[in-house]
């Protein structure tokens, strides 16, 4: 008999595999049907969906909006988009846009689908209003779940734009803040109640396409390279040519103003905190050192190992992984300036892979999609594209990966000297010359340690340990593990037990009769 497979969102897996793999897959054999029953009851609501989409857009016929099948709908790792088209508009599309409650962590930390809103939503107003040369989509508007609407300014009604645009002269001319151009804009019991969304311009084909659709068979050809390298650089530079005053997200809050008030949302942050594991940042934590908030980060890499019931495999793999993060609180330092601590602190996009990067035939970018978990970072934390050589962040192999790498910065490095002023907010600070000194130094490689909860250990024992010691099989006699927590062999005991029990209960999810 074949051996029994389970549904994943974007693969059948069996159980041969499944016990294999390093993430909880017992917590993602839920996805499908979550997935089924979260689409199942968004598709109910197409009538409001309607309501909303002209409520932003102050179209007096909801009928003018046309939502699509869900046949249609653009599902992500951790979002639906639902595209509709708007006849009042020569059939122009726009996209609602929902963050997935079952991979965003809502029920173990609710809320949590709403601070990706408003991170995301901040995203867009802060690029908006500081760097306008940067494509991307327009932001019409976006609700949280517990009904708070905004609505971008020039796509309010007539009369209640032109007091808004009055309120932000008035406050603008006596020395007050001015609110973004997001503006709070309930609808009432028509919204889409205990279901948050962005509503957002539609990237159609004549604008360009995903470059992930075109990189593998063209990611050799220079030409088309170079064109990318040169408008990326550009981007990068954009928005990391401010220096802001600390670690953190943008959000809009409940009067509209634009504030870096939010923890440093991130990919990582989310998929823990969906999988149990607590990372015990407060969303209204920020940070102005460095090392506070690489203390914090290995903080959750300890908690994941602590409660992911297949964190460990056996002694062996405990003691080595126990070993990478106490070495990687020690090791700090030395990949870490101690001149930049307090900062500049720039801003990234953290989630910029290839299906966000739009282009068009000649891979210039035309727009950057999905901009969630962008946020304030520390200016060493800003690195060249992981995926230039398409392999994992725990898989790249460093001489192919720098000559990639060479060729990115040799383009980065002469569109900074084309904007001079790029340094001019930063103290002088070159870009290139921090993302140099980065790789040089392994800082590259520990910061992309902390950016992967599974990747962190091959990248410490295969990129960073190496820098500091030549012999790095493990040592039988590795005093390390007493260095990372107290009572480790409790520690170490319970976690085997945990695995066991998990082993087991994913037996049962495959059925046991058809195991292969």
């Not at 839920?30 to 102050?58: I, P, T």
């Not at 000194?437 to 909860?453: D, H, K, N, R, V």
């Not at 480790?488 to 082993?503: A, G, H, N, P, W």
Request: proline residues 5%; aromatic residues 10%; charged residues 25%.
């Amino acid at each position: 008999m074949p051996p029994r497979t389970r549904r994943l969102p974007r693969e059948d897996i069996t159980y041969s595999v499944a016990q294999d793999r390093e993430v909880n897959v017992l917590h993602q054999l839920e996805y499908c049907d979550k997935k089924d029953r979260f689409f199942d009851c968004l598709y109910r609501k197409r009538n409001l969906m309607q309501a909303v989409v002209a409520h932003h857009l102050s179209l007096q016929l909801p009928d003018a909006c046309n939502i699509a099948d869900m046949s249609e709908w653009l599902h992500g790792s951790f979002n639906v988009c639902v595209p509709v088209t708007i006849s009042a508009w020569q059939g122009k599309r726009v996209l609602l846009r929902f963050p997935l409650p079952y991979r965003v962590g809502d029920s173990f930390q609710p809320g949590n689908g709403d601070e990706k809103i408003r991170c995301e939503a901040g995203t867009y107003a802060w690029l908006d209003e500081n760097c306008p040369e940067v494509p991307i989509p327009r932001l019409y508007g976006f609700a949280l779940s517990t009904g708070q609407t905004f609505t971008r300014l020039e796509s309010l009604p007539f009369v209640r734009q032109y007091i808004q645009r009055l309120r932000r002269h008035v406050l603008s001319w006596l020395g007050y803040p001015v609110p973004s151009r997001y503006v709070r804009h309930d609808i009432g019991r028509l919204g889409l109640a205990d279901a948050g969304y962005l509503l957002t311009e539609y990237i159609e084909e004549t604008q360009g396409e995903m470059l992930s659709n075109t990189w593998l068979e063209n990611q050799h050809d220079s030409r088309l390279r170079t064109n990318l390298f040169h408008d990326l650089s550009r981007i990068i530079l954009s928005i990391s040519r401010i220096a802001l005053p600390r670690i953190g997200s943008f959000v809009i809050d409940n009067d509209g103003f634009l504030s870096l008030t939010n923890r440093p949302l991130s990919i990582e942050i989310q998929t823990l905190e969906n999988e149990e594991v607590p990372t015990n940042i407060r969303r209204d934590y920020t940070y102005t050192t460095v090392d506070s908030y690489i203390v914090d980060m290995l903080a959750f890499h300890d908690n994941r190992l602590r409660i992911q019931p297949n964190a460990i495999n056996d002694i062996d793999d405990s003691v080595s992984q126990m070993s990478a993060l106490g070495a990687m609180r020690t090791i700090m330092p030395l990949f870490l300036r101690r001149e930049l601590r307090r900062g500049p602190f720039v801003f990234t996009l953290t989630d910029l892979h290839q299906s966000n990067i739009f282009v068009d035939k000649d891979w210039h970018i035309t727009s950057l999609v999905d901009l969630e978990w962008g946020c304030s970072r520390p200016i060493e934390m800003v690195e060249p594209p992981y995926w230039l050589t398409n392999k994992g962040v725990d898989q790249i192999l460093p001489d192919e990966y720098n000559k990639v790498r060479v060729e990115f910065m040799t383009i980065l490095e002469e569109e900074e000297l084309l904007a001079a002023s790029n340094t001019t907010e930063r103290g002088g600070l070159r870009l290139a010359d921090v993302m140099n000194q980065a790789w040089e130094m392994g800082t590259f490689w520990y910061t992309l340690a902390l950016s992967s909860p599974t990747g962190l250990f091959r990248l410490f024992y295969h990129h960073i340990q190496p820098r500091l010691i030549s012999i790095h099989d493990e040592d039988p006699d590795n005093v390390m593990p007493y260095y990372w927590a107290q009572n480790v062999f409790q520690i170490i005991s319970r976690k085997l037990s945990d695995k066991k029990e998990y082993d087991l209960q994913l037996r049962k999810a495959f059925d046991d009769s058809t195991i292969e």
